[in-house]
């Protein structure tokens, strides 16, 4: 849902060159299956999309990541969660520009779908680098609502992009680059797992080159 949203918004206004993941493209062990890919998105930035099916399809996570990188503007981490009948939607936007952002434009999702239920994960290191712009819902008879919601958030995190001033994309992604490295050391969700299952080193490479292009 948030991938194909995604791309077929991106696709309208750019190239989109998907790069090779080699034996990162799948990652398959015990009752948890990942699925990975990415894009070049031709003069804007990096777009990572991850599928996660676990416990034999009871648990099913789908996160992507819109890293810009030509311009100003911090990044998206977005998920989609259904485990059993709960569903719930995190877009998320982390501190990576290069400066002060006027993200008042997100204020009217958080109108909009107030009667949505909010998500409120335990506390995790990054909780300080999430910006007034995240908004993150569940419910578990609202599919459609929080689908539409995530559609919403998208469609304004592209007009702040087209909005946002051009940038160096080396500067850039050493902004971004500060947010990824302490993923990689502290971990999150996704990363978790992943290091179980692939462990350290290779984690480090599928964040660093495919999920944020920091190096």
Known sequence: MLRDYLMDALQKEYRLQKRDLGSYATINRFVVKFENEAWAVEGAGNL??????????????????FSPENRDLSFLSSDAIHAGETNTVIMEMDRS????????????????????????????????WHLSSTICKMGK???AELEQFARDYIDIYLQELRKAPECDPLEKRAATAEYAQRLIREGGAAVDSMKKMIGDARTEKLVAEYMFHIR
């Open 48 to 65: 990572f999309a991850m599928k996660m099916t676990g416990f034999f399809g009871l648990i099913k996570m789908e996160t992507v990541v």
């Open 97 to 128: 520009a290069l400066h002060e952002e006027d993200l008042s434009a997100f204020d009217v999702l958080k109108d909009r779908y107030a009667h949505l239920e909010d998500y409120k994960a335990a506390p995790r290191w990054y909780d300080s």
């Open 141 to 143: 008879k609202q599919t």
